[in-house]
């Protein structure tokens, strides 16, 4: 069955730096997701990103993050200068359309110190 | 907006007994989709069941079923035959219908499911 995979499982950052989680989404998928969950708390929307641009935002994912699909394969969540209250579960998501359901990939666990 | 509500924080059972796991929403749209998502201590996002709101029949699956009242909007879980490996933190999630471009998901704050032995 198709997956939609993460990279790094794990990451381990300072306070300030550039941190990029990386998604390759199931190929034939049109819409794509991230979504945060820190530690014991509920999981919470990000981005949604359509048609190679940003179809909704949170109120979360302000000017430090961002989000691309450079190749057509991999999509990307950039978070620029991170902060110790970055450090969550970020989960990657791909939905082909409306009428199917969600693919989660694994996650990437970030830790910010 | 639409929130999502689990009044459960945690919830035991009896290994084999049934339980059933609450969930309200709320939401001003007719065509929508109630999920229940699985998050085992690996914190992957296991998909455990799905209803479309125009169905009236509930859905099934092997050991799980729901019970939803969409004038309520209630959407409960129920397992059965309860196993250790249903041990884990349950999530119930709103996502509208189809049309439009983005089907974002409106979780609850999650259920932690313990299952004694």
């Known amino acids: 069955e198709p997956e939609v995979t993460q990279t790094p499982s794990h990451q381990v950052t300072q306070m300030g730096q550039e941190v990029i989680l990386r998604c390759v989404p199931i190929?034939?998928?049109?819409?794509f997701y991230w979504y945060r969950q820190i530690l014991g708390q509920k999981v919470e929307f990000l981005v949604s990103?359509?048609?190679?641009?940003?179809?909704?935002k949170s109120e979360i994912f302000d000017d430090q993050f961002s989000v691309e699909r450079p190749d057509g394969s991999n999509f990307t969540l950039k978070i620029r200068s991170t902060k110790l209250e970055d450090s969550a579960m970020y989960f990657c998501?791909?939905?082909?359309?409306?009428?199917?359901?969600?693919?989660f990939g694994s996650g990437t666990r970030l830790t910010v110190v | 907006a639409q929130t999502v509500t689990q009044s459960q924080p945690e919830m035991s059972v009896q290994e084999a007994e049934t339980v059933t796991l609450s969930c309200t929403y709320d939401?001003?749209?007719?065509?929508?989709?109630l999920f229940w998502y699985k998050q085992p201590p690996s914190r992957q996002m296991i998909l455990v069941i799905r209803q479309e709101a125009y169905k009236q029949q509930n859905a099934t699956e092997n050991r799980f079923s729901v019970n939803f009242q969409k004038a309520a909007k209630s959407f409960s879980l129920k397992i059965s035959d309860s196993q250790l490996g249903d041990a884990a933190m349950y999530f119930c999630a709103y996502r509208r219908g189809s049309g439009g471009s983005n089907y974002k998901l409106t979780f609850g704050k999650g259920t932690l499911l313990t299952v004694n032995p």
């Open positions: 990103f359509y048609n190679n641009e940003i179809s909704e």
């Open positions: 190929s034939n998928h049109l819409y």
């Open positions: 939401t001003s749209e007719s065509d929508y989709y």
């Open positions: 998501a791909s939905i082909r359309d409306g009428y199917y359901g969600y693919t």
